[in-house]
């Protein structure tokens, strides 16, 4: 079965501290990846999308993929309390025609300590 | 304000009566997506549409119907509720494959 694996955590990173977020999926063809953010109690929200090998920036969030590894990444720069939040990897793993199965790891508890 | 709307927020309903969880989306979106949340399971697809009248089963679709007559419409149907789809569903929608998700409030189901 096609699968999407995190660590569960919880990862614990001291206030301004660099917090790395792992991920592996196991379709060698998934062509699309995300990471989301869930605050307890709230939906999804997506922070980051990367389809090419390499690392992809934006503000204090740098993702990166390696396919070969089937591998993705997701490092926060500068923690800050708010990021205190479950962290999910979604990997589009039927990437054949227009189907669109995104399919989720169970996501890393992250905190952030001030 | 771009969104999608999930109602209601919170049901408790009893073992077989049958219920449906509404979902639009504003945003002319075509790809639209039915999740359950549970813990230790994490999120799971039921369902997933690529346009009107265009439907696919996700990896938990046993006692779930969908139906996309509308673009911006996505009804979940539980036929014959049981407690084991006591759960926390999610209805999202997204533009494309490379576009992510976009997730509504989510709706609180209990199955008594």
């Given at each position: 079965?096609?699968?999407?694996?995190?660590?569960?955590?919880?990862?614990?990173?001291?206030?301004?501290?660099?917090?790395?977020?792992?991920?592996?999926?196991?379709?060698?063809?998934?062509?699309?990846?995300?990471?989301?953010?869930?605050?307890?109690?709230?939906?999804?929200?997506?922070?980051?999308?990367?389809?090419?090998?390499?690392?992809?920036?934006?503000?204090?969030?740098?993702?990166?993929?390696?396919?070969?590894?089937?591998?993705?990444?997701?490092?926060?720069?500068?923690?800050?309390?708010?990021?205190?939040?479950?962290?999910?990897?979604?990997?589009?793993?039927?990437?054949?025609?227009?189907?669109?199965?995104?399919?989720?790891?169970?996501?890393?508890?992250?905190?952030?300590?001030? | 304000?771009?969104?999608?709307?999930?109602?209601?927020r919170y049901l408790i309903t009893v073992t077989g009566?049958?219920?449906?969880?509404?979902?639009?989306?504003?945003?002319?979106?075509?790809?639209m997506s039915w999740y359950r949340q549970d813990p230790?399971?994490?999120?799971?697809?039921?369902?997933?549409?690529?346009?009107?009248?265009?439907?696919?089963?996700?990896?938990?679709?046993?006692?779930?119907?969908?139906?996309?007559k509308e673009k911006r419409n996505f009804p979940l149907?539980?036929?014959?509720?049981?407690?084991?789809?006591?759960?926390?569903?999610?209805?999202?929608?997204?533009?494309?494959?490379?576009?992510?998700?976009?997730?509504?409030?989510?709706?609180?189901?209990?199955?008594?």
């Amino acid at each position: 079965q096609k699968e999407v694996e995190q660590n569960s955590g919880p990862l614990s990173v001291p206030e301004g501290a660099i917090a790395s977020l792992n991920c592996t999926y196991s379709d060698r063809v998934s062509q699309s990846f995300f990471w989301y953010r869930q605050y307890s109690g709230k939906s999804p929200e997506l922070i980051m999308s990367i389809y090419s090998n390499g690392d992809k920036e934006d503000g204090r969030f740098t993702a990166q993929l390696n396919k070969a590894s089937q591998y993705v990444s997701l490092l926060i720069r500068d923690s800050q309390p708010s990021d205190s939040a479950t962290y999910l990897c979604a990997v589009n793993l039927n990437s054949g025609g227009s189907n669109y199965k995104l399919t989720f790891g169970k996501g890393t508890l992250l905190t952030v300590n001030p | 304000e771009a969104q999608v709307t999930q109602n209601p927020r919170y049901l408790i309903t009893v073992t077989g009566k049958k219920l449906t969880v509404t979902c639009s989306q504003n945003m002319n979106h075509e790809y639209m997506s039915w999740y359950r949340q549970d813990p230790g399971l994490g999120l799971r697809q039921i369902y997933y549409s690529m346009n009107v009248e265009v439907t696919d089963k996700g990896d938990v679709p046993e006692g779930y119907k969908v139906s996309r007559k509308e673009k911006r419409n996505f009804p979940l149907i539980l036929e014959s509720p049981s407690p084991n789809q006591t759960s926390l569903y999610f209805c999202a929608s997204s533009s494309g494959r490379y576009r992510g998700y976009t997730f509504g409030s989510g709706t609180r189901l209990t199955v008594v």
